[in-house]
């Protein structure tokens, strides 16, 4: 294997790259000058970002340990340090809790949600730590902050990932390595899509949202890249909706009427 670790370039691992929020992560840090270590279980997505100047790509299933501990290896071996940890792989489902196989469904998205997390940062903290401190940026959801019919086992995972961020980032704090969550509301990923191709449920959902739009996944990456720059250096335990107001409105009146202005 090559290293590139002569560069001095800043070196960032991000999970479930392949696609939406990931991909638009992995892609803006190599466009910035970081080396990328992107890491999913979709080979062609991944294939996508080798194109890049300085992503490395891995496949493997966050949910197990090996492929966290691969993950940051990679990075070593093959940039020499590691610097930020985005951990951003999820997936939604369970379906109604009384129904066949729920539990274990459930299992699944746990698994994916918040073991993976839980990983993530027990890999790269020995990392970040020989580098003199660090970032890690997890992806919650605006799910994670309330409660939304029929997505019990989303809603649980992703709130979650919010207490695991508050309580790992009192731990590490004290060694400067900064853990913290974004918030995502509706956003065009392959989660969403099929959402915003039907018409009208798109417009009840847009509705919802002061800024009556969906995001754009470069708009998440955009604050996924601030919690770990230099800039927020003093930010540490917090979860930030991204959301165009959406967590903002209390929900019992409808924010007011307007149009998309992107």
Same mark, same amino acid.
């Given at each position: 294997?090559?290293?590139?670790? +002569?560069?001095?370039?800043?070196?960032?691992?991000?999970?479930?790259?392949?696609?939406?929020?990931?991909?638009?992560?992995?892609?803006?840090?190599?466009?910035?000058?970081?080396?990328?270590?992107?890491?999913?279980?979709?080979?062609?997505?991944?294939?996508?970002?080798?194109?890049?100047?300085?992503?490395?790509?891995?496949?493997?299933?966050?949910?197990?340990?090996?492929?966290?501990?691969?993950?940051?290896?990679?990075?070593?071996?093959?940039?020499?340090?590691?610097?930020?940890?985005?951990?951003?792989?999820?997936?939604?489902?369970?379906?109604?809790?009384e129904s066949p196989g729920a539990i274990d469904r459930f299992d699944r998205l746990f698994a994916v949600n918040v073991r993976s997390v839980a990983l993530g940062i027990r890999a790269a903290v020995p990392a970040l730590r020989a580098a003199g401190g660090g970032s890690v940026v997890a992806t919650s959801s605006v799910s994670g902050l309330r409660g939304d019919p029929g997505t019990w086992g989303y809603n649980a995972t992703k709130a979650a990932v919010i207490n695991l961020v508050r309580a790992t980032a009192v731990d590490y704090a004290a060694?400067?390595?900064? &853990?913290?969550? &974004?918030?995502?509301?509706?956003?065009?990923?392959?989660? +969403?899509?099929?959402?915003?191709?039907?018409?009208?449920?798109?417009?009840?959902?847009?509705?919802?949202?002061?800024?009556?739009r969906w995001a754009d996944p470069r708009e998440q990456a955009e604050v996924i890249w601030f919690l770990t720059s230099p800039a927020a250096s003093y930010v540490t335990g917090v979860t930030v909706p991204v959301d165009g107001g959406l967590s903002a409105n209390g929900g019992i009146l409808p924010p007011p009427p307007g149009r998309a202005t992107r």
């Open positions: 294997m090559t290293s590139d670790s +002569t560069t001095g370039a800043p070196v960032a691992l991000v999970t479930g790259a392949a696609s939406g929020i990931g991909a638009a992560t992995a892609r803006l840090f190599a466009e910035r000058g970081h080396r990328v270590v992107a890491v999913d279980v979709d080979k062609a997505g991944l294939v996508a970002l080798e194109d890049l100047e300085g992503v490395a790509t891995l496949l493997g299933d966050v949910a197990e340990e090996s492929t966290n501990t691969a993950a940051v290896r990679l990075a070593l071996d093959r940039f020499g340090r590691l610097d930020a940890a985005v951990l951003n792989a999820g997936i939604g489902g369970a379906g109604p809790l060694e400067n390595i900064r &853990i913290n969550a &974004i918030a995502p509301g509706g956003t065009d990923t392959a989660l +969403t899509a099929a959402q915003i191709a039907d018409p009208d449920f798109s417009a009840l959902i847009t509705g919802r949202i002061p800024a009556h």
